[in-house]
């Protein structure tokens, strides 16, 4: 039996990248202001005290902390049981789908395409085409945002009118939200899928649905039903390798949709991060020698490091600690476990993007001895998987 589970912890950065200032983001560390945070009371909000993570840190989180950034997380210093290290990354932007292509093994070599911090942001005479075709009688915002903000501010107005909220952010992307039962959820996904095939050959990564429900401001909830469109990776990702050598790749979350569903066998959503947590516990009863299990947690990113909230993201990090046993436990000889993250969103920093920053890297399984894996590339992740795997280019 040898099968790898890999989550990736979006958002969940360590500092130190090199190249942090060409994006303002020089001093960004999601983990350690947010244990800062915790340690000096300034993360209180249904939590209290020191950041406690104790199973992440024994894995080597703190170390990874101290080895990225050159700063130790306060309470977070065990020695690590298992192999630890932080990664690097070489592709240009802190974007979801660089992130992941990178450490998928494909690093991205070209731009990506990204919209000014104009007002409309959007080129006219592409918005005039996505009305036309789709037949909605114009679009909101045309700005950048963030995601629960712009529903408070145009969430009445989309009601009124059925024009959706068009926005986009530091990421290559174009998110479209909509009412999931005023607008109705395949209209919506009908206006994504006419905006990927207007903005995709602009090299635009994503284009967002952002389905919500409610009936006014500060009522307005994001629903699980989101999709991302979009463009699909090139050849050679760790799940072409995977798919290509006879094994499967089981998607948990969101990652079908970042890698347009290219050599992904099967797809298991939920509607938080908990429900996806009991997807890869589901399984680690079920996959096959030879299979990935690829699962991204969205909440840490898009519930709270987009919205600043250092408690809600320290409560989401020790809510994923406690329940990491159940999966440790699970699995079985032969079987790798890598936690890693994208990029970082550091909750203390200014504005509501993403921010540039090492990751950590942790990797264990029975009878995986511990070693310090140092500073690795983005890309070193897939060939971890590969090499344990026992697959080739």
Known sequence: ?????????????????????????????????????????????????????????????????????????????????????????????????????????????????????TVPAFPDELMAEVVARSGIPGTLANCHASGTEVLDQFGVEHIATGKPIVYTSADSVVQIAAHEEHFGLERLLDVCRIAAEIFHPLNVGRIIARPFVG?????????????????????????????????????????????????????????DDMALFDHMLFWCDRAASG???????????????HRRNVSGYARALETFDARLPELTGRLQDGDLLIITADHGNDPTWRGTDHTRERVPVLVTGPG???????????????ELVASHLKIGR
């Not at 992130?99 to 990506?112: A, F, I, N």
């Not at 894996?373 to 983005?378: A, E, K, T």
């Open 1 to 117: 039996m040898a099968r790898v589970f890999l989550c990736v912890l979006d958002s969940v950065g360590c500092g130190g990248a090199p190249d942090a200032a060409r994006y303002g983001d020089e001093g960004s560390n999601t983990l350690l202001h947010i244990a800062e945070a915790c340690t000096t009371g300034n993360a209180e909000e249904g939590r209290s005290g020191p950041l406690k993570v104790p199973n992440l840190d024994a894995l080597g989180l703190g170390a990874a902390i101290r080895l990225a950034s050159g700063k130790a997380a306060p309470g977070l210093g065990a020695v690590p049981i298992g192999s630890w290290g932080a990664a690097e990354e070489i592709s240009a932007g802190k974007d979801t789908q660089s992130g992941h292509w990178e450490l998928s093994g494909v690093p991205v070599t070209r731009d990506w395409h990204y919209f000014p911090r």
């Open 215 to 271: 009936e006014s401001p500060g009522a307005f909830i994001r629903t699980a039903s989101r999709k991302d469109y979009a463009i699909a990776p090139p050849a050679g990702t760790i799940c072409d390798r995977v798919v290509a050598a006879g094994g499967a790749v089981h998607a948990v979350g969101k990652i079908g949709d970042i890698f347009a569903y290219k050599s992904i066998t099967d797809v298991s959503k939920g509607k």
């Open 291 to 305: 299979d990935l299990i690829f699962a991204n947690f969205v909440e840490f990113d898009s519930l709270w490091g």
């Open 368 to 382: 995986i001895e511990g070693q310090d894996l140092g500073i690795i590339p983005f890309a070193r992740v897939a």
